[in-house]
């Protein structure tokens, strides 16, 4: 099992690993719980982005003493594809994922008239009844802004791939691919934040694009 955050400049933050004998409810509870515990700590409220496997919901809902409760959003890709079993349109489904996006209510509200005037009765139907979790998957009501414009698993999957065929490796050898890989990624890291010090000064690549776009529209 792996858990996985994104840092300021958009980039994959390896942040715990272990061996489990399955995935479980006892496993992710028992991964979870560790993660929460001796690697988040108490100090700040953590959002959680995953489909809606339900040994992951389990154990996002379980309370820890002097913890705050975990922020469990939606993976946008996953939402979409429950969508699609509904309604087998892609310009339907890019049209779901327009809605998800939209950081603004009025915004949200104008989406999704034009959505529901696309839908098959299945498909209205389905989105009536995820209406109520809004908050889980529609940015424009991500209260708190927990989920900081992430709306998909894309990065946790991106480093399952580097992992993919060394699960057959016997735990030794998953153990040391595991240091090494996450060494030479850090070193690597480090590297260029380093440069971007020097080039950028205290802000990031991701930060000091997003301040230029955001001069660029206020003129």
Same mark, same amino acid.
């Given at each position: !099992?792996?858990?996985? #955050?994104?840092?300021?400049?958009?980039?994959?933050?390896?942040?715990?690993?272990? $061996? #489990?004998? +399955?995935?479980?409810?006892?496993?992710?509870?028992? @991964?979870?719980?560790?993660?929460?515990?001796?690697?988040?700590?108490? %100090?700040?409220?953590?959002?959680?982005?995953?489909?809606?496997?339900?040994?992951?919901?389990? #154990?996002?809902?379980?309370?820890?003493?002097?913890?705050?409760? $975990?922020?469990?959003?939606?993976?946008?890709?996953? /939402?979409?594809?429950? @969508?699609?079993?509904?309604?087998?349109?892609?310009?339907?489904?890019?049209?779901?994922?327009?809605?998800?996006?939209?950081?603004?209510?009025?915004?949200?509200? =104008?989406?999704?008239?034009?959505?529901?005037?696309?839908?098959?009765?299945?498909?209205?139907?389905? $989105?009536?009844?995820?209406?109520?979790?809004? #908050?889980?998957?529609?940015?424009?009501?991500?209260? +708190? +802004?927990?989920?900081?414009?992430? !709306?998909?698993?894309? %990065?946790?999957?991106?480093?399952?791939?580097?992992?993919?065929?060394?699960?057959?490796?016997?735990?030794?050898?998953?153990? =040391? /691919?595991?240091?090494?890989?996450?060494? =030479?990624?850090?070193?690597?890291?480090?590297?260029?934040?380093?440069?971007?010090?020097?080039? $950028?000064?205290?802000?990031?690549?991701?930060?000091?694009?997003?301040?230029? =776009?955001?001069?660029?529209? %206020?003129?």
């Amino acid at each position: !099992m792996m858990a996985a #955050a994104v840092d300021p400049e958009n980039q994959i933050v390896p942040l715990a690993f272990a $061996l #489990a004998e +399955g995935e479980n409810n006892d496993s992710r509870s028992w @991964f979870m719980r560790l993660l929460r515990v001796h690697v988040l700590g108490p %100090s700040r409220t953590i959002c959680l982005i995953s489909d809606h496997h339900i040994e992951i919901l389990n #154990a996002a809902g379980e309370h820890i003493d002097g913890h705050p409760p $975990l922020v469990h959003c939606w993976c946008m890709r996953h /939402f979409a594809a429950n @969508f699609w079993r509904c309604q087998r349109k892609k310009e339907v489904a890019d049209k779901l994922k327009e809605l998800c996006n939209k950081r603004m209510e009025h915004e949200f509200k =104008e989406t999704m008239v034009e959505l529901q005037k696309m839908l098959n009765r299945a498909g209205k139907a389905w $989105l009536d009844q995820q209406m109520e979790n809004k #908050a889980k998957w529609a940015l424009a009501y991500d209260e +708190g +802004g927990f989920r900081y414009g992430i !709306m998909t698993t894309n %990065s946790s999957k991106s480093f399952n791939r580097v992992f993919k065929d060394v699960r057959s490796l016997p735990v030794s050898g998953i153990v =040391e /691919f595991s240091c090494k890989k996450c060494n =030479e990624y850090f070193v690597t890291r480090y590297g260029l934040a380093l440069r971007n010090e020097e080039e $950028l000064e205290i802000w990031g690549k991701a930060a000091h694009e997003y301040l230029q =776009e955001a001069e660029e529209l %206020s003129k």
